[in-house]
């Protein structure tokens, strides 16, 4: 097995777990830690591909832009989360089943 | 090659306890460490610049954030998340290996790849440079992003004080 596709199937791996969580935790910020692993199986997918591809610079460009605006998501998520909290005194999404504030 | 195996086994591992792990705090201390060894993986695969951004923006910044979430949001309905947990895990199993197998299948279609001799990345002051002639209105741009994330984030997470002189 080359390392490329070591790599991509680590990421693959992760990618999955990360959907696990988003699908089987209830509370909101557990599901906030699978969109993260997510993210960063992703991320991983660049590095690969630039590590083993053809010579250029995209790559780790493309994964700083993708740290800095992830960190953006997970600082909203979480503000949403604790704005949800405050109202219903829970982060279980079992609970959170109505837009009503 | 073999640093970097172990490294993946680590990750997973570390992955995997994330997603299993019933405690929120343990959960995110794992995705924690997930993230630093991943930062290592970067480093590990030359992209310095990566890894140490990875190191300072998602655990020394997100997940931070994520465990002091957390310590705020923290409640006794810990056993929600408990019951019924092994048929949940295996139905979200059971939903997301079709995933793993499109993203399996995708990487048997490209066919083999030559795999080109790039031993060691760009030094740290390349990257830089780069960053800031060729990349410097993206870096304005999320500089942008981040100002009103930031703002945003405080306006949602801000207490809603009854207005002075105003009964409740």
Redesign the interface.
Known sequence: M????????????????????V?????A??V???I??ML?AA??NF??F??????D?A???F???S??????E???G??????A??HT????L?KLNSLHG | MIPVLILSATILAAAAGAVWLARPVHAALLLALTLALNAVLYLVLGAHFVGLVQFMVYVGAVAVLIVFSLMITRTTDEVAEVAGRRGRFLLGLICALPVMAVLSAMRMGAGPVSIGPSPSGPSLKETGQTLFTSHAPAVLAVAVLLTAVMIGAALLAREDKPEPGKPE
């Open positions: 080359n390392p490329l596709d070591m790599l991509l199937t680590l990421s693959a791996l992760l990618f999955t777990l990360g959907l696990i969580a699908l089987t935790r209830r509370n910020i557990l906030l830690i699978g993260e692993l960063n991320n991983l590095i690969a630039w590590r083993y591809g053809p010579p610079t790559g780790p460009m994964v700083v832009f740290i800095a605006i992830a960190a953006a997970a600082a909203v979480l503000a949403i989360i604790l704005m909290f405050r005194r829970s982060t279980d079992d």
